[in-house]
């Protein structure tokens, strides 16, 4: 009984994520109120304050669901072969985060957090974006730093440059297809300019 009664708590959790996230991109989050949320997963407020103290946990939470971590990707692919190959660990790590962002989940907390979310008590979207990006270029200076010492990166090209190249050319085209997700692929055109990019980067074999 009490582990059907945890897991019926964690399916109303998620049922009041579910809501919000189709709440808030319709409305806006300044402009939608957890009795909003509570009626649109068919339950009462308390029901809502039982899993979240207010409505920044509760957003808090919905963007968890969808955080990828750049070295969490890395580490979910379980290849050891590419810890001596940094590039070609961070190009399978932006292959495995498109693929994750042209699912609608994705695409849809994203959005909300950049074209749909204002300053709002104790939920700064500015401050969380750049949480997220200080944390991927954190990574990625250390990937190619890694490179550098392996030989694999251009010698005339540092680390960090070499990270907020990649990071700045990522971070357009993304915004660039929150704006036109239908016109084109993520995936597609991302891994183009990944492919691109690290290929610029790369020292010359021989």
């Keep these: 009984m009490a582990r059907r009664t945890k897991a019926e708590a964690a399916a109303t959790?998620?049922?009041?994520?579910?809501?919000?996230?189709?709440?808030?991109?319709?409305?806006?989050v300044a402009r939608t109120s957890l009795e909003q949320?509570?009626?649109?997963?068919?339950?009462?407020?308390?029901?809502?304050?039982?899993?979240?103290?207010?409505?920044?946990?509760?957003?808090?939470?919905?963007l968890d669901r969808v955080r990828m971590p750049f070295q969490e990707l890395i580490d979910e692919i379980g290849d050891p072969n590419l810890a001596t190959?940094?590039?070609?660990?961070?190009?399978?790590?932006?292959?495995?985060?498109?693929?994750?962002?042209?699912?609608?989940?994705?695409?849809?907390?994203?959005?909300?957090l950049i074209h749909?979310?204002?300053?709002?008590?104790?939920?700064?979207?500015?401050?969380?974006?750049?949480?997220?990006?200080?944390?991927?270029?954190?990574?990625l200076v250390d990937y190619f730093g890694c490179a550098a010492r392996l030989g694999q990166l251009r010698t005339d090209l540092q680390p960090e440059l070499a990270a907020r190249l990649l990071q700045s050319s990522l971070s357009g085209l993304f915004h660039d297809w929150l704006r036109n997700h239908e016109q084109f692929s993520i995936h597609q055109r991302g891994m183009e300019l990944v492919d691109t990019l690290l290929k610029l980067l790369a020292r010359e074999s021989g």
């Design 13 to 28: 959790r998620e049922a009041l994520l579910d809501a919000a996230e189709e709440i808030f991109l319709e409305r806006g």
């Design 37 to 62: 949320i509570a009626r649109h997963a068919g339950m009462t407020r308390g029901a809502v304050y039982w899993h979240f103290r207010n409505k920044a946990d509760l957003f808090r939470a919905m």
């Design 85 to 112: 190959a940094p590039l070609e660990a961070i190009h399978q790590a932006c292959q495995r985060g498109f693929t994750r962002l042209e699912q609608p989940r994705y695409r849809r907390v994203h959005a909300i």
């Design 116 to 139: 749909h979310c204002e300053v709002f008590g104790e939920i700064d979207p500015l401050s969380m974006q750049n949480e997220m990006a200080e944390e991927a270029l954190g990574a």
